[in-house]
């Protein structure tokens, strides 16, 4: 395939997930570049301006956000699907606060690989990162009950079920029924989606992104 706007830059330290994914994509009609590292990618990143990145949070050197924050002040705007472990999630939510389109948590299925680089294909070359116009964004959020929004605080910031559900002194699965009933209101696919509608509304602006405790990690 000649056509460079469907190329995904894959960047991960771990030569075995390189080429299972790199085997994946190219089976699925995508032009495919690799890196092992984030320094071996920012010095070809200039060159590459078209197509997208999957990019693992978790490596040598420079993780994978100080290369989305490289990126981002050499002005290169590839859209980014973020790679991340088990436990990860505040790593992901800094990572879609950063403008991140998506991110995956290793181990991913097919179909969701495919669909998470599709999205990113569909922003390559856009400059409405964030998706949502703020005002859309905040029409969104008003529909929440308060405790939905809780709950969306807390997702905003990385907490798992658990711990929101402990800090608002509520079942775990109340937190669950909440956290699928804003997801709803919201139109959200995903946890992604919902961090790019409540960072568009200005949602956690003041807030940084608090620490979990290792007994709320599972």
């Known amino acids: 395939m000649s056509d460079t706007s469907r190329t995904v830059h894959i960047v991960d330290d ?18 495919v570049e690799t890196y092992a590292s984030g320094i071996q990618f920012l010095k070809q990143a200039s060159r590459s301006r078209l197509g997208c990145v999957l990019l693992d949070v978790r490596m040598p050197e ?13 002005g290169i705007m590839l859209p980014i699907v973020m790679l991340t472990g088990h436990g990860d999630v505040t790593l992901a939510v800094r990572a ?27 922003h390559a070359g856009r400059d409405d990162r964030a998706q949502l116009a703020a005002a859309e964004a905040t ?19 990385g907490q798992p079920n658990k711990l929101i559900a402990y800090e608002l002194d509520i079942a775990t699965r109340t937190v ?10 919201l139109s959200a696919r995903s946890l992604s989606d919902v961090l790019r509608i409540a960072f568009a509304a200005g949602l956690g602006e003041a807030e940084t992104t608090k620490p979990v405790p290792p007994s709320f990690t599972t």
């Open 14 to 31: 771990d030569e075995a997930i390189r080429q299972s994914i790199g085997f994946t994509l190219r089976k699925a009609g995508y032009d």
């Open 62 to 74: 420079i993780d994978g956000l100080e290369v989305q924050a490289r990126l981002a002040a050499q």
């Open 96 to 122: 879609i606060k950063a403008g991140a389109i998506e991110f995956l948590e290793k181990p991913f299925e097919r179909t969701a690989l495919l669909a998470a680089i599709d999205e990113a294909l569909r």
């Open 139 to 157: 029409v969104r959020l008003a529909a929440l009950t308060a405790r939905e929004r809780d709950v969306l605080e807390g997702m905003v910031v």
């Open 176 to 185: 669950e029924v909440h956290r699928a009933n804003l997801m709803e209101k």
